[in-house]
C-alpha cells in the first residue's frame, strides 16, 4: 500500500502565500505522475496542477502564475507553492499519486488538508 501525507494548510488573507507538502510512503516501486486537486463546498473535485516524473507541468487556468508544483523524486514528495491566493482559493486540497508496487500501478490519494482564504 501508499501512503500520502499532506501538511502545510491554513487559514490566511488575500494576498498571502501557503506551501503544500505532500510525502507519499510504502513499498512504492516508482511513482509516475503527483499532483494537487481540490475540492471546495458543493462543487466537484478538480486538477489545481500536476507534475509527471519527467517533462511539463500543468496548471489549471484558474492558478497558472500564482501556483507552482514541484518535486524531490529522492523524498517522493510533492509541493504546492499558492501565492497571491483568493479567497475564491479557498478547498480542502488533496494530493494524488500514481505509484508503482511490483508492476501495478495504481491511483492513490491523500486526506486532504483545509485551504481558507480571508477577503
Known amino acids: 500500500q501508499v501512503q500520502l501525507v499532506e501538511s502545510g494548510g491554513g487559514l490566511v488573507q488575500a494576498g498571502g502565500s501557503l506551501r503544500l507538502s505532500c510525502a507519499a510512503s510504502?513499498?512504492?516501486?516508482?511513482?509516475?505522475?503527483m499532483g494537487w486537486y481540490r475540492q471546495a463546498p458543493g462543487k466537484q473535485r478538480e486538477l489545481v496542477a500536476a507534475?509527471?516524473?519527467?517533462?511539463?507541468?500543468n496548471y489549471a487556468d484558474s492558478v497558472k502564475g500564482r501556483f507552482t508544483i514541484s518535486r524531490d523524486n529522492a523524498k517522493n514528495t510533492v509541493y504546492l507553492q499558492m501565492n497571491s491566493l483568493k479567497p475564491e482559493d479557498t478547498a480542502v486540497y488533496y494530493c494524488?499519486?500514481?505509484?508503482?508496487?511490483?508492476?501495478?500501478?495504481?491511483?492513490?490519494w491523500g486526506q486532504g488538508t483545509q485551504v481558507t482564504v480571508s477577503s
Open positions: 494524488h499519486a500514481k505509484a508503482v508496487i511490483g508492476i501495478v500501478q495504481s491511483g492513490y
Open positions: 507534475i509527471p516524473s519527467g517533462g511539463s507541468t
Open positions: 510504502g513499498s512504492i516501486s516508482s511513482i509516475n505522475a
